[in-house]
């Protein structure tokens, strides 16, 4: 599937991201309140964005990309192999190419164990969309990814568990630079 345009590759990220990232996805996604993730979206009302959210949705299903489950007669999106892979060349596409502003972005975390998985899955999609491991909960790139940050706190219910930072300093940044080919 070709995704057209920076908006069109950039809600399927989100859409196809969001998906992978819960492994299964309620409907509850449409709920006005999760419309706020997709600020970036030119329309002025809410029912907009809600529309074009659900058009995109169904083509995502239509194309395979997603699939619809019913459990206890609730509906959940599932992300197929097909939308794995779309996603992977999404993030790739994202992020090569770019041209370094000298600024880091750096990711820290404390996750009480209770919440190990949301912490596993959090280090995966960090290391999925190509940041480097710093230490155990601190993690970093070169690459722009504010609302990639926001997106996963929300999706996981972290909060201020996740912090986001960016700074002109890193130390041992050589190794760093030489990693991201900068």
């Excluded at 280090?123 to 609302?147: A, H, I, M, N």
Aim: charged share 35%; aromatic share 12%.
């Amino acid at each position: 599937m070709k995704i057209r345009g920076q908006s069109g590759k950039k809600i399927a990220e989100v859409i196809l991201g969001t998906v992978a990232l819960a492994g299964v996805l309620s409907v509850a996604l449409l709920a006005p309140n999760a419309i706020q993730m997709f600020k970036f979206l030119d329309y002025k009302s809410k029912s907009r964005k809600k529309f074009y959210i659900k058009s995109r949705i169904s083509k995502f299903i239509e194309e395979g990309l997603l699939e619809v489950r019913k459990v206890n007669g609730k509906k959940y999106f599932v992300i197929t192999k097909r939308g794995s892979l779309l996603l992977q060349r999404l993030r790739r596409q994202k992020l090569s190419g770019k041209k370094w502003d000298q600024r880091w972005r750096i990711v820290i975390f404390d996750i009480d164990e209770r919440r190990r998985r949301h912490r596993d899955l959090l280090r995966k999609e960090l290391k999925e969309y190509g940041f480097r491991k710093l230490q155990r909960s601190v993690w970093v790139t070169p690459y722009p990814c504010e609302d990639f940050i926001t997106l996963l706190k929300f999706d996981l219910g972290l909060g201020a568990k996740v912090l986001y930072i960016e700074s002109d300093k890193v130390e041992y940044y050589k190794k760093f630079k030489k990693e991201f080919g900068l």
